[in-house]
């Protein structure tokens, strides 16, 4: 299972991203998709998650109102929108993808063998 970020980049308080997770085609749709921060000297932790073709979406406390998790079947892709940026949104953003995941623990970063390479957003 590939993944494949991109998006990230610098943008001023208040603004807005969107990044992009590509997911190898064999495995979309069977498994969870869910995207993870990493700020410099924190552990990391998860913001949002999905399992495509199902209705239930998932978001940290810090995020729920400002960031919207999509999928996309015809492009194999997992979006994360992000609007109301703020500084301590400031991050290494990861998507990870594996099927033990549930509603119940989507954001234990030990649940999912499959991870992309990160992309930088920095809000200042």
């Known amino acids: 299972v590939q993944l494949v970020e991109s998006g990230g980049g610098s943008v001023q308080p208040g603004g807005s991203l969107r990044l992009s997770c590509v997911i190898s085609e064999s495995a979309f749709g069977t498994k969870r998709v869910t995207w993870f921060r990493q700020a410099p000297g924190k552990e990391r932790e998860g913001v949002a998650s999905i399992y495509p073709g199902r209705s239930r979406t998932y978001y940290a406390d810090s995020v729920k109102g400002r960031f919207t998790i999509a999928e996309d079947f015809a492009k194999d892709t997992v979006y994360l929108q992000m609007d109301s940026l703020e500084p301590d949104d400031t991050a290494m953003y990861y998507c990870?993808?594996?099927?033990?995941?549930?509603?119940?623990?989507?954001?234990?970063?030990?649940?999912?063998?499959?991870w992309g390479q990160g992309t930088q957003v920095t809000v200042s």
């Open positions: 990870a993808a594996d099927s033990g995941a549930n509603s119940n623990n989507w954001f234990k970063t030990s649940l999912y063998r499959y």
